[in-house]
């Protein structure tokens, strides 16, 4: 496990402001329990800064994870992601969906967000804006990228797709052989 290089941390950085933008301060600038992103075989993992220097008497190939993973780098050096980092994404988001109940579980099988579906949606939301997907009860059910703005989508058909799914919560059941290997 080791700290991210400029580089890396600039990716992880451009990603997490497309969804919580300014509020990358509160991840960072933490008094009470100052956190650290760490990066172990391509995955970046967010973690108490007390906890990541006991994982250092760990050894690398003895350690599978550590703190809660929030993406990793593909080949290619992208930061995708992942949905275990939802619980962050949603407590400082920027934008915001909300689906109906009957578009729940549409999104929950992988499917993109209908604008039928939209129960209610947050004001001034730029198209290919990260927006967090809430059920009308205030659950987080996953993000994804906004297909249209907020102006744009008040005129689409009911089949329009307003926001293209990047992760939902129904991939821990989806994805469980790989999500954490």
Known sequence: MRPLTEEETKVVF????????????????NKENPC???LQKDRVYYVSETIAKYATSV?????????????KFTKTG?????????GYLSQYAKFKVWIKQNGEMPFLYGNHVLKAHVGRMSEDIPEHAGVIV???????????VSAKSTAEARNLAPTGIVAFRQGDIGEYLREEDTLFT
Do not use: W
């Open 14 to 29: 451009e990603k997490l402001a497309n969804y919580i933008g300014r509020n990358i301060s509160f991840l960072i600038d």
């Open 36 to 38: 650290v992103f760490r």
């Open 59 to 71: 050894s690398r190939q003895q350690l599978m994870s550590l703190g809660v993973c929030f993406g």
């Open 78 to 86: 992208k930061f995708k992601l992942h949905i275990t980092a939802l």
């Open 134 to 144: 809430y059920s009308m009860n205030d659950v987080p059910l996953g993000f994804g």
